[in-house]
């Protein structure tokens, strides 16, 4: 009988969820150069491939407003030529004679690029980047800022309005800080940046101080260190630039609809968090866990198992050393709208009057440790958490201090942190068509979160 197997399995499972996954160690050297460079070994004897990276500290966050998008700008133009290879077409084929393409991303407050290539080449491989980071010539700027405009163009409507609701709720939620620009830039500044823009954004951000360079491979660290040091040894001098400001707290709850032609509409609910270093970090991170670490996370389970309200939703917790936005997101269908606003605020609810215990809780730890032992089994992961740390410290350095923390997390201290997030004001934004019925009952319900309404899709 089926029936007989069932108590045995559920036993089964939470005895292995209880039992924890030990953590490969992670063997780091860490040298700050004479010029003030941070350079990290991550020797992985084990791994076919190296990994080179590189962290620049600016973004977004460092960016005035006649200079937003110059960050994400100039992420690309440092591959359009170097002084060792003067052309684009030189520095792919250079690249790619070694292993992948070169690649790269601006975010809010850093810039990342990394080479994956055949370990042979690695020292090449640093070279080539110390090149392109450190002389970039800035050819072929009209052609890549076609590409960019392009880029940009995913954000804004045929009118030029924003339409990109990550954008317009970190306006709302962040409007007198950078942190709520627009990390690709708004066209009319993408129009205007020339040379002279890069060269200076380049000659205050591209410099030995604001910069962590990580190499991972299988090699040792004291050979990666010395390809490093002698790599970026002539690399621009000069200090991080400070952490601006940390964005004043908004004063009342906020709506922002924006009518636009889509088949869906976009919508978000966020909340102001504490940064990264504040005592409830690690009780939030296990309350977005919580909300959506899989399928049978409380999210998906209510909004897609329960409700069929979504496709496509996720709860997000974006955070700095300083400051941070805990988001519930979905794409819905105009009528579904009012009952995802509903639903996303008593899921947030549900934290603090049902926070996680018992077998809902083992798991998320469970979960916690087998994330991190992925991460450092790949050198993409183990890049992230060792030379992430030396970019903005907003985790422990030691991943296993990193799961004592976690482990440690109460259902209590789950739903302190979340009751503080909720004592804030709560910021919505929608991005499609909505009926003015709906549209008003959007905005009653993020203005009086606790107001009854029907939980289904109307």
């Not at 002084?83 to 070694?98: C, F, I, S």
């Not at 810039?111 to 002389?135: I, K």
């Amino acid at each position: 009988m089926c029936d007989g197997l069932s108590n045995p399995l559920v036993t089964i499972h939470a005895a292995a969820m209880s039992t924890p996954l030990p953590l490969p160690p992670i063997a780091a050297e860490i040298r700050e150069l004479p010029n003030g460079l941070c350079a990290v070994a991550l020797p992985m004897p084990e791994t076919a491939t190296t990994l080179v990276a590189a962290d620049v500290r600016v973004g977004a966050r460092y960016e005035s407003p006649r200079d937003a998008g110059l960050s994400h700008f100039l992420e690309h133009m440092v591959f359009q030529g170097c002084a060792v290879h003067p052309t684009a077409q030189e520095v792919n084929e250079a690249a790619e004679r070694m292993g992948t393409a070169l690649d790269a991303y601006t975010s809010r407050d850093s810039t990342h690029f990394e080479h994956q290539v055949s370990p042979e080449y690695t020292r090449d491989a640093v070279r080539l980047l110390a090149a392109v980071l450190g002389t970039p010539a800035f050819h072929d700027i009209e052609s890549e800022r076609s590409i960019i405009m392009e880029e940009a163009l995913d954000e804004v409507d045929e009118r030029g309005r924003l339409v990109d609701a990550d954008t317009l709720s970190r306006q709302i939620l962040w409007p007198d800080s950078p942190l709520g620009q627009s990390v690709v830039g708004n066209p009319r500044n993408l129009e205007r940046f020339d040379a002279g823009d890069l060269r200076r954004h380049h000659g205050h951000h591209y410099v030995s101080g604001n910069l962590v360079v990580t190499v991972a491979g299988p090699h040792p660290a004291g050979e990666l260190l010395d390809w490093m040091s002698e790599a970026f040894a002539a690399f621009p001098a000069g200090e991080r630039p400070a952490l601006p400001p940390a964005p004043q707290p908004v004063a009342k709850p906020s709506f922002l609809h924006v009518d636009d032609a889509r088949s869906q509409v976009d919508c978000r609910l966020v909340y102001r968090t504490p940064g990264g270093l504040d005592p409830t970090s690690p009780a939030l991170a296990m309350a977005r866990m919580a909300l959506d670490d899989g399928l049978a996370s409380r999210l998906h389970r209510r909004m897609g198992n329960d409700l069929g309200l979504a496709y496509d939703q996720w709860a997000n917790w974006e955070r700095y050393p300083d400051v941070g936005a805990f988001e519930i997101g979905a794409q819905v269908s105009a009528p579904k709208v009012p009952t995802f606003f509903t639903e996303a605020f008593a899921l947030f609810r549900g934290l603090v009057e049902d926070p996680p215990r018992g077998d809902e809780l083992a798991r998320l730890r469970f979960r916690a440790r087998f994330h991190l032992r992925s991460m450092v089994e790949r050198a993409e992961g183990r890049v992230l958490l060792v030379a992430g740390h030396r970019v903005y410290p907003v985790d422990p350095p030691d991943v296993e201090e990193r799961l004592r923390r976690l482990d440690a997390v109460t259902p209590e201290a789950i739903a302190e942190a979340v009751r503080g997030l909720l004592a804030g004001p709560p910021v919505g934004v929608a991005v499609g068509k909505l009926g003015r019925t709906a549209l008003q009952r959007v905005k009653e319900i993020v203005k009086d979160p606790g107001r009854p309404t029907p939980s289904r899709p109307s």
